[in-house]
């Protein structure tokens, strides 16, 4: 499924800065969606120099069709993810507005936060760290990102 540059799902990543690596490595993952033309993304870390990054969250948060949630210790313990981006992204999904799609990270408890009856990635909600291999997790999440990216794409 190829769509044009203007018909791609944006995807916001909602994580803490710890991280970050982890992040990155999903983002890999997720080349050949980007290559494709099925997503485009969106962090933090490609704020401009001298723009608002409060404003320039706000924004992708308001605009992008999917909202990963990187969920770990550190997310849940991070006031900004927590009070701010979960916050609205449950509101956003509660619309139906976006998807927000939680991608457990790490052993945490997480059940019981807002996004805890959403259906998780990887495929169980299985943290990516008890796979005994990442890739292999992270597999999991970029097909179940494609999956959602394609029915956003035939519901628009």
Not at 59 to 81: E, G, K, P, R, W
């Amino acid at each position: 499924m190829s769509l044009q540059p203007d018909q791609a799902i944006e995807v916001f990543y909602s994580y803490a800065h710890e991280d970050e690596k982890v992040r990155d490595k999903l983002e890999k993952h997720l080349t050949l969606l980007r290559r494709e033309g099925v997503i485009t993304e969106w962090h933090d870390r490609k704020i401009g120099a001298g723009k608002e990054w409060q404003n320039e969250i706000d924004t992708h948060l308001n605009s992008s069709q999917i909202i990963l949630l990187l969920v770990s210790a550190n997310f849940i313990a991070s006031d900004y993810c927590w009070d701010v981006e979960v916050k609205r992204a449950m509101e956003r999904h509660e619309t139906k507005e976006a998807r927000v799609i939680p991608i457990i990270l790490d052993f945490v408890d997480w059940e019981s936060a807002p996004f805890g009856r959403l259906q998780a990635l990887p495929e169980g909600g299985r943290a990516v760290k008890k796979w005994g291999n990442r890739d292999a997790a992270f597999l999991s999440v970029a097909q179940g990102i494609r999956i959602v990216a394609k029915e956003l794409a035939v519901s628009s």
